[in-house]
């Protein structure tokens, strides 16, 4: 399975294969239609104190991956092999995310999950 990124509001692609949304809360402004979505996979995002500590404190890029790898070891480890079992008869799937910074997200430390 090949698992790509990508932010949710870019224009959905024949190629993105199954389409899931990979945060807790809906992107503002975003359809449901528009979104084109095949999951919301809400319950594997960051916590929302987490994601408020990370996006709204000034939390650190280590200190936020620590804290949700910790989150992904921890609380949802039973929703993140749910989700990995759903994604397994897919050969390519596309983690959607919200956030502007393609290289410090919350998609990338998921993705890292699923494969491993």
């Known amino acids: 399975m090949?698992?790509?990124?990508k932010r949710v509001y870019d224009d959905p692609a024949q190629g993105d294969g199954?389409?899931?949304?990979v945060d807790r809360l809906w992107p503002r402004g975003l359809s449901k239609e528009r979104a084109a979505l095949d999951l919301w996979a809400?319950?594997?995002?960051?916590?929302?104190?987490l994601r408020k500590a990370?996006?709204?404190d000034d939390m650190s890029w280590p200190?936020?991956?620590?804290?949700?790898?910790?989150?992904?070891?921890?609380p949802t480890r039973t929703a993140v092999a749910?989700?990995?079992e759903e994604l397994a008869p897919h050969p390519v799937v596309t983690l959607l995310h919200a956030v502007h910074d393609d290289t410090h997200n919350h998609a990338l430390i998921l993705r890292e999950?699923?494969?491993?």
């Not at 809400?42 to 104190?49: F, G």
């Not at 999950?113 to 491993?116: A, S």
Request: charged share 35%; net charge negative; no cysteine.
């Open 18 to 21: 199954f389409r899931v949304l």
């Open 42 to 49: 809400k319950e594997v995002a960051p916590s929302t104190e």
């Open 82 to 84: 749910s989700l990995r």
């Open 113 to 116: 999950e699923l494969e491993g």
């Open 63 to 74: 200190d936020f991956e620590a804290a949700y790898r910790a989150e992904l070891d921890g």
């Open 54 to 56: 990370f996006h709204h």
């Open 2 to 5: 090949e698992i790509r990124l």
